[in-house]
Each structure stands twice: as structure tokens, then as C-alpha cells.
């Protein structure tokens, strides 16, 4: 069966995204689509240039809206003309027009796979796409706290200089200034992080900080953002086609806050086969209601 990704927006994350699928091999055809149509020309070139050192093959196309009909997962990765936003809110009137424009033409051609959404703010944005496809809400979900989720893992693996992949737990909420790291989740080995440090003094608000500032200080370093979230989105890509059933951190539907809101979720064939919240702490559920409230508040502004 051909593995058939489309991502829609061709600027360095979705670009990256693109890169990250070819040189993993992680489908058959890609099809890359931008408002600026020579940019998904000469990405799509690049891309193709790099055929002869890649472990399979993979048809990268520079498509329009016609191709979306038999793919099964689109990358939807817009964004602001102006990057340097401390707030991801802030950039939700820009993104919101792009994506109402958007979605109506994807749906037209008559795709009915799984939608995974980047942009920006990543919760509000995956929310609006759904409603406005019409499509099940397992079918529409954001990377989410994936990305923060991965940044704490950094933080705690230095800390305690573990790998971290060793490292076990999740931050929740928004993928916005309200997220909040879950440290009753957090382990490694097993054992709860707190235990682990045992004597040692530890910062952990100033730990949290640190995971939710982490994207900020390489946007204003760089410019933007886009090798971890690449990395992640080709994960997620991955777990649909391959119907892996793999557990991700995930801005997806919670019936509970009736919002899109990062969480944990089992992604499969799909899109999500089940959303999981772990047993939080009293406090940690205050945050994660709070969190919720935020973009509840930005969807009805």
C-alpha cells in the first residue's frame, strides 16, 4: 500500500517536516503544497536531489489541492509572516484566516485521512480545523505538547545526565504559556524524579521555566523553530501509517474541557484511538483546568 503524505505550508518547519520524512524513509509519495508555488517547486527540488543517498524512495511532488484526495495524513504547517511572537496567541488572527482558507479546499477534494496540525497557537488552530472540516475529531490533532514534552525530557536527562530518552512523563495543557510539566509523571527508571533527587536541591519551577522558554530562546537565536517539531511531527506521521498505537503527548480532543488540549493520546491508523490523562496531583489539576480556560478564552475571542 503506497504511504501518501501531504504537507501544506513550505517554510522552514514544513520543509524541515518534509526532510525529516524523506531521510527516514517514513512514506512513498510526499507532496508538498504553498501559497508561494516556486517555493514548493524548489523544495520539492532539493528534496529529489537528495534521492541518490536515501535509504528508499520516495515520489516528492509539488502538487495543488487535486493530489490531497488519495493521501492518507496531511501536515498542515502555516505561518505568520512575522515569526518573533513571544506568545503563540498572538499570531491566531494570521493563522486563523489561513487555515479557513485552507481547509474548505482540502475537504473539496474529497480527503477523508488524518489531519495533523503544527500551527500555531497549535491547540485553538487544531480546534478551528476540525470544526471547520467537519471531520471526527479522531481524524484532527496537533502536535501539541509533543515538542515541550521532549524539551522537558532534555532538561531532566541533563540534569540528572541521563539520556533522555531514559526519561519517562509529560507536560500538559496549552503549547502556550499555560502548559505546565507534570512532575508527578516525570520518572526515570521507574522512580518518581523528586525521589531520584533525593538531598540534592532542585529548582523545579525554575526546571519548569526552563521547558516552557526553551522555544522562545532559539526563536529569538534563529529566527524560528523547526528541528525539534519536525522531528516529532515525523514521528506522529509515522504512528498513523504504520498503525503503531504508540502513545504521544498530543493537542487532542478532551471531552472533559470540551477544548483541543495537549495530553496524552494513543495515535493509530486513525488518527487518535484514545485519549489518556495519567492521575494528577490536586494542583496539577487546577493547572490543567486553567490551561484549558486559556484557549477556551482565545476560541470564543
Known sequence: MTRKVAII??????????????TQGLCDTLVLIDQDEKKAHVQ???????????????????????????TDVIVIAVG??????EDRLEELAETRAAVLEI?????????????????NPCDVITQIIQQTSGLLPSQVFGTGTSLDTARMKRV?????????????GYVLGEHGESQFVAWSTVAIGGIPVAQLAGDRPVDWAQMDASVRQGGWQILQGKGWTSFGIA???????????????TVYPVSAWSESQ??????????GRKGVVQSLLPELTAYENIAFQASARVIAAALNK
Open 9 to 22: 505550508g513550505a517554510g522552514h518547519v514544513g520543509a524541515d517536516t518534509a526532510f525529516s520524512l524523506v
Open 44 to 70: 520539492s527540488l532539493e528534496l529529489r536531489d537528495m534521492a541518490s543517498f536515501t535509504p528508499s524512495r520516495v515520489s516528492i511532488i509539488a502538487g495543488d489541492y487535486a493530489e490531497l484526495a488519495d
Open 80 to 85: 505568520p509572516t512575522t515569526l518573533l511572537k
Open 103 to 119: 481547509v474548505p479546499r482540502i475537504i473539496s477534494s474529497g480527503f477523508q485521512g488524518v489531519i495533523v496540525n503544527i500551527t
Open 156 to 168: 531532566v536527562g541533563e540534569f540528572f545526565s541521563v539520556d533522555p530518552k531514559s526519561v519517562q
Open 231 to 245: 522531528t516529532a511531527t515525523a514521528r506522529l506521521v509515522d504512528a498513523i501509517l504504520s498503525d503503531a498505537n
Open 258 to 267: 470540551k477544548v483541543y488540549i495537549g495530553h496524552p493520546a494513543i495515535i
